[in-house]
Each structure stands twice: as structure tokens, then as C-alpha cells.
């Protein structure tokens, strides 16, 4: 973990902007994955909550969550084939992710997205774009 921050750290010294917020945001997916894993069981016994407060506060089930998203997304990302995926079950694991940071967020963001993923289905020339 130690040196997955310090590859972001120096590649972003160049750019002076060598800030917590921006470290942060240039950790990986399997960065973040990872930190959930069983190695550092410890750290999350008494965080947890503070990070994933709708939670049930266990370690494992939200890393069992988060690895299912990275999993789905760099799917997309690579785009590998989606034609047998579930595609609104994925998004139901995302929204229960989010659900557990912060359940408004989540509620309000998963109608306009399983809108559009309709609207998509319906109409496979659409592109999809919230309107």
C-alpha cells in the first residue's frame, strides 16, 4: 500500500500538486479494494463506520461489495463483452455501495441512471446522457 501512494506521490511532484485530496484521488480502484482486504482488519475494526456508516460494520461485507464494483467496472473499462451481464443488478451493487457512504446520494442518483439504462434498452441507437 505504502508504495501505491508513493507512485502517485511522485508523479504528481512534477505538477506541484502533491496534495492529500489530489493522492487521494489518483489511488487506484484496487488501491481502495485492497485496503478493505483482510490484512488490515484491524484498522477498520474501529473506522469503519466512519467511512461506510450505513454499513453493517463488518470489514468483509463491504469489501465483498467493493471488489464486486471494481470487478464491473473494469469490465467497462477494458471494455470486455457485457452481453451476458446483468447490467441492472451490477448497478443495484453499485447503488447498495453508495447506499452505505450515504443513503440520499444513492437514492437520489439510482432513478435517473436505471432511467436512462431504459431508455437505452428501448432505443439500443440512443446514447446515454441524463437530460
Known amino acids: 500500500m505504502a508504495e501505491a501512494v508513493a507512485a502517485v506521490r511522485e508523479r504528481l511532484r512534477p505538477q506541484r500538486k502533491e496534495t ?8 487506484s480502484f484496487g488501491f481502495w479494494s485492497g485496503l478493505l482486504g483482510p490484512k488490515y482488519e ?22 465483498v461489495a467493493v471488489e464486486r464494483v471494481r470487478k464491473f467496472r473494469n469490465r467497462l473499462a477494458h471494455h470486455d463483452s457485457t ?27 439510482s432513478p435517473l441512471v436505471l432511467g436512462n439504462l431504459t431508455q437505452v434498452r428501448a432505443n439500443p441507437g440512443s446514447r446515454w446522457c441524463p437530460r
Open 20 to 27: 492529500r485530496h489530489q493522492i487521494t484521488a489518483r489511488l
Open 83 to 109: 452481453i451476458n451481464v446483468d447490467i441492472p443488478f451490477e448497478l443495484r451493487q453499485i447503488f447498495d455501495l453508495a447506499a452505505y457512504i450515504d443513503t440520499d446520494a444513492a437514492r437520489s442518483f
Open 42 to 63: 484491524e484498522l477498520w475494526r474501529d473506522c469503519l463506520h466512519g467511512a461506510f456508516p450505513n454499513s453493517s460494520g463488518k470489514r468483509k461485507q463491504v469489501a
